[in-house]
């Protein structure tokens, strides 16, 4: 695993100093969302419903649920991390070779060619393609959550509808 991960990195760095910054930057946001999201279920939930003695959540009659959707705002931008982190780790990992003796001249003669790329852009886009597996991970888990704590008459209809037509102004917000 040590030499795999060594292959990754650029020489001079150490690969256990990147593979934690890559670590922290997609386990951080993914439970900081959790966090968020179920601070923010629980509000929603004491609004518009009543706790009883039995401990669970009674909807008055005509009274639903917010949208599943709406409950996601101060969950996606914590997953714009990954992503910046992966960009920033490759811009240094290029930069580096570039630095000092001029390692890129070299790095490009090698026979091997995938060994430049590799070692500038392996690790960032193994974060990349991890966050946005854990950014499904995190939604469908927030979905469990939705469905735990809400009693199945007061979800509203259609939210799989809702959630894809409201999905792009929540991730990318300055849309």
């Not at 709406?70 to 570039?98: E, K, M």
Request: charged letters at 15%; aromatic letters at 14%.
């Amino acid at each position: 695993m040590k030499k795999k991960l060594r292959d990754m990195v650029p020489p001079w760095t150490d690969g256990m100093a990147h593979l934690q910054i890559c670590l922290a930057a997609l386990i951080a946001p993914s439970l900081i969302s959790l966090w968020i999201y179920y601070a923010e279920l629980t509000e929603h939930l004491t609004i518009c419903s009543i706790w009883t003695e039995g401990d669970r959540w009674v909807f008055p009659p005509g009274r639903m649920m917010h949208d599943f959707v709406t409950l996601l705002h101060g969950v996606w931008p914590l997953f714009w991390v990954p992503l910046v982190t992966a960009v920033i780790l490759a811009a240094v990992n290029r930069h580096g070779f570039s630095q000092g003796s001029k390692a890129v001249y070299l790095m490009r003669r090698l026979p091997d060619r995938w060994e430049y790329p590799r070692r500038c852009f392996a690790l960032p886009l193994l974060t990349l393609l991890l966050g946005m597996a854990l950014t499904v991970l995190v939604l469908l888990a927030c979905w469990g959550l939705y469905t735990h704590f809400t009693p199945e008459y007061a979800i509203p209809p259609n939210q799989w509808e809702k959630f894809w037509a409201g999905i792009l102004p929540i991730v990318f917000p300055l849309v």
